[in-house]
C-alpha cells in the first residue's frame, strides 16, 4: 500500500470519528440550547446529521475497501473490519430509514411542527432509536481510532 492511501486512511476515520463526537454532542446541543426556535434548531441538526451520514458511508467504504487490500481474507477475521461493518450499517440504517421516515413525519405535519400533532409519540419513538443508534456509532469510533495502528501493522 502506498503512504498516502494509509495517509488517507487515517484522516478518513479521524474526520468520522470527529464529526460524529464533533457534531452529535457540541453542535446539535448547542444548536438547541442557543436558538429559541427548536424547529429550525432541529432542521439544521439534521442536515448535519445527513451530511454526516454521506461523511460515514463514504470512510466505512474507504476503510473497508483498504483493509480488504491490505489484508485481503484476513481482515474477515478482525474484529476492526466488523466493528466498521456494524457502523456502517448503523449509518445506513439511520440515513436511508430512520432519516426519511422523520422527515415524511415532518411533511405530513406541515404547516404545524410534528411536536404539535398526533405523530408526536411516533416521532420520538424513532427520534429516539436514532439517537441509540447514533450513540453506538460514536462509541465505536473510539476502538476504531484507536486501533489504526493496527490498521497500520504497527
Do not use: N
Request: net charge positive.
Amino acid at each position: 500500500m502506498t503512504r498516502l492511501s494509509e495517509h488517507l486512511l487515517v484522516v478518513l476515520i479521524t474526520l468520522w470519528a470527529g464529526a460524529l463526537w464533533s457534531i452529535g454532542y457540541i453542535v446539535a446541543p448547542t444548536l438547541f440550547g442557543m436558538l429559541s426556535d427548536r424547529a429550525l434548531a432541529g432542521d439544521i441538526a439534521g442536515r448535519l446529521f445527513a451530511l454526516l451520514g454521506w461523511i460515514g458511508v463514504g470512510c466505512a467504504l474507504y476503510v473497508l475497501g483498504f483493509m480488504l487490500a491490505r489484508w485481503r481474507w484476513r481482515a474477515f477475521r478482525s474484529s476492526l473490519f466488523w466493528l466498521v461493518v456494524a457502523m456502517l450499517l448503523a449509518t445506513l440504517a439511520s440515513q436511508f430509514g430512520i432519516q426519511p421516515l422523520m422527515a415524511q413525519m415532518k411533511a405530513d405535519a406541515w404547516p404545524r411542527e410534528v411536536m404539535d400533532t398526533v405523530m408526536r409519540d411516533r416521532f420520538a419513538t424513532w427520534h429516539g432509536v436514532s439517537s441509540v443508534l447514533y450513540l453506538i456509532q460514536s462509541v465505536l469510533a473510539l476502538p476504531l481510532v484507536l486501533g489504526v495502528r493496527k490498521l497500520l501493522g504497527r
